[in-house]
């Protein structure tokens, strides 16, 4: 299989090429020439996690080795790194609606379900295409991923990963996740701005055509670890897949069964997976995207508009405080039959004027693919209070925004498909707003580690040892930068005098 730009300008580049690069030299996303089918006839009799990742893995990868795909999954989702066989159990929250738990890994968040393996990949793209260059991870954070991507990284011969992430802009676990990391290779940054200008500012790097030069001249490249990068984006088709095994196991519905997803979302990748999944065949009837207050892709999905020049809102959902949905893209360019100078078109409009309207045969296929809505703060810690109260289940800030969004959806619709919502995250990262949801405004002076331990002792829910004693560690990485010198600090870090 080869893949190319949504903007039409890159030549065909293998998997091992695409994961690699990461972004495309035209601005655009890499995406698969052809998306594979598969058999669902007999679904229900796969294992486990591993067997259903080889089996979407290898129609994917395929300049790896099946021995190298394995390998991979192996170290990857082992339980050494996830605490739970089943990698992404899922917990069946009320009759027609279970809960998939992505956060099961080292850093207790779904981003770590890609950004296991994606490290692994890397490794054999860089021997299989004979780079010799190091490789540089650049990664823009809204949260979550900084602290997957600098774990998944850690220490990996050959590479570097510089993250930013805004300062004040994400939970102070998330923070300390990414300022106590461990690691030769591993740097962490605050940014002054939000999640869009980081964002954005890295993007500006990643095609900065003579600061790139200049990283060649010196032994560098850059590459990626935001789900711009495929090798992101692929592993977590796997996630919707085992959900419904699951559900058949358990016998949930039967193998005629529609399914329904619900997934919070900011940046479109872990929504646009369940797209893929689709198209390769498993029996998806709605896709249900869930906004916080940052409410730009439930506007889009429902008017056809795309308008970024917004009200910007720091949420208790922090990881989906993002105006710029970069994946949107990848699905536009499925949805408009491959027409990279469209895709080019809207893209220049979005950065020129900050929106674009699509064609309405476009919206038309939107619609009949996805459903969209939102939830403020109040209307989060409600349903976070209320869940607990009556189904002894503990969501974290993002999950309790699909669950809102989710009881819409069935309110406005009647519609009562087997329906899962995706869990992204675990709720002790939020403490703050968990103990308000929970318990109400906590007293002066309780730090979040105060209220985190009170919250154990008050609902029995366990701490992960992952985030036990993370107060406890050293901080490392303390800079607090202004997004205009990104790119120095990305030369300064690789001791290189521009």
Known sequence: MFYKSTRGMEKRLTASQVILQGLSKDGGLFVPEDIPAVDIKNIENIKGYKDIAFIILKKFLTDYSDEEIKSCIEKAYSINKFDNIDVTPIFILQEGCSVTELWHGPTQAFKDIALQIMPLLLSIAKEKNEIKNEIVILVATSGDTGKAALEGYKDVKGTKIIVFFPHNGVSEVQRLQMVTQEGSNTFSYAVNGNFDDVQNTVKAIFNDRNLNNILSEHGFELSSANSINWGRLVPQIVYYFYS?????????????????????????GNILAGYYAKKMGLPIKKLICASNSNNVLTDFINTGVYDRKRNFYKTISPSMDILISSNLERLLYELSDKDSEYISSLMAQLNDNGNYKIETNIQDKIKDLFWANWADDETTKKQIGKDFVDKKYLLDTHTAVGRVVYLKYINFTGDTTPTFILSTANPYKFSISIYEALFGRPETGKSEFDLMYEIEERTSSPIPMPLRSLNEKKILHTGVIEKEFMAKEVLRILNINS
């Open 244 to 268: 419904y095994i699951q559900g058949l196991q358990k016998g949930l519905f039967n193998k005629n069964s529609e399914i329904n997803f619900v997934v919070p979302t900011g940046n479109f």
